[in-house]
């Protein structure tokens, strides 16, 4: 059975991003372990649903990115860090139709979601500036949008440094959810 890896079909449909620590990439098949273990890890979920991923419910997430691209022709980057050559995240645009009041139909969303011992490195505002600016190329013209819990003080920084102001308070999935919007001239 052939793998998805380097040079597979997925590399022609992500754009890789450069910054001086970072590339993002496609994600590939051989990503899943680094993928699993952040998002099965509590203190990085702990503001995005609070249940930790299985291992199965880590590999349907990888299978997913792909289908972003080539549906939407936007979708997460795989976080990679130069020096080490690990894949120590995710970020990206995404339109899931979420079940939201107000929706946010429209609006591309961006999410992030960071390995706990690379945050707090800087890393996060880096990925988040070079997806931004390949945004304003790609959109145009255009509104984001990010859903941030009340409670992630991180997050809510992270976005309000980029540029992201608080829009409104609202319920996602019964919990408090806050709604930051940007907007591209």
């Not at 052939?2 to 990439?25: F, H, K, M």
């Not at 899943?32 to 952040?38: Q, S, T, V």
């Not at 991180?154 to 540029?163: D, E, M, N, P, V």
Request: glycine share 10%; with cysteine.
């Amino acid at each position: 059975m052939q793998r998805a890896g380097a040079g597979s079909a997925v590399d022609g449909l992500v754009p890789v991003l450069e910054t001086e620590r970072l590339r993002l990439r496609g994600h590939r098949a051989e990503d899943h372990e680094a993928l699993a273990a952040i998002w099965a890890d509590p203190e990085v979920i702990r503001y995005m649903g609070g249940t930790p991923s299985s291992w199965q419910e880590s590999w349907m997430r990888l299978l997913r990115y792909p289908g972003l691209w080539a549906l939407l022709g936007y979708g997460f980057w795989a976080i990679e860090e130069k020096a080490s050559g690990r894949m120590i995240g995710d970020i990206g645009y995404t339109d899931f139709k979420r079940e939201i009041e107000p929706p946010l139909d429209g609006m591309p969303e961006l999410g992030w979601a960071l390995a706990r011992d690379t945050q707090g490195k800087g890393y996060a505002s880096e990925a988040l500036a070079a997806v931004l600016a390949w945004g304003r190329v790609h959109f145009g013209a255009h509104r984001a949008t990010c859903i941030i819990d009340p409670d992630n003080a991180a997050s809510i920084r992270l976005a309000t440094k980029a540029g992201f102001r608080f829009s409104h308070a609202t319920t996602y999935r019964g919990d408090p959810t806050h709604v930051f919007v940007r907007d591209e001239a």
